[in-house]
């Protein structure tokens, strides 16, 4: 009786492992990928929520993502909104605004969300400004892309490019 019962113990245990395996997190880790720039993420879905003003605060920064703050690692000395930087990996943290984002490359790695952001402000490497405007359609997960010569943020109804090289 002791060893059938320790089976279905051990079977019970493994399907919940499997069962938790199984399961893709709701904001997965996403890298995106361009000539000298990487990009790793935490990729939320908008389900149904206003995302930019509400979920997302106009005037406050934000890790420009889910989870772990975003980091962006140049492969070689580079540029970011024409401002010079040098190789490495930084967190990129943004202030949205409804026609116009702060962009922030910070030195201070492995952040969660930009709750300590006001302790690591002083480790800001660069500051710069772009134009966000309007998706002619909504875009459901957050998507940060790396075409040439540049890098797109889209989520919901925002777009926003940052000249990168």
Sequence with gaps: MKHVLLFFALLAGTCSFVSAQEKAPKS???TAEGKNVKIAYGQPSKRNRVIFGELVPYGKVWRLGANEATEITFAKDGSFGGKPVKAGTYTLFTIPEASE???ILNSELKQWGAYDYDKIKDK???EVKAKATKTSAPVEKLTITLPANKL???WDQTHVEVPVK
């Design 101 to 103: 984002w702060t962009f």
């Design 152 to 154: 797109v943020v889209e």
């Design 28 to 30: 997965p880790r996403i």
């Design 124 to 126: 800001n490497v660069l």
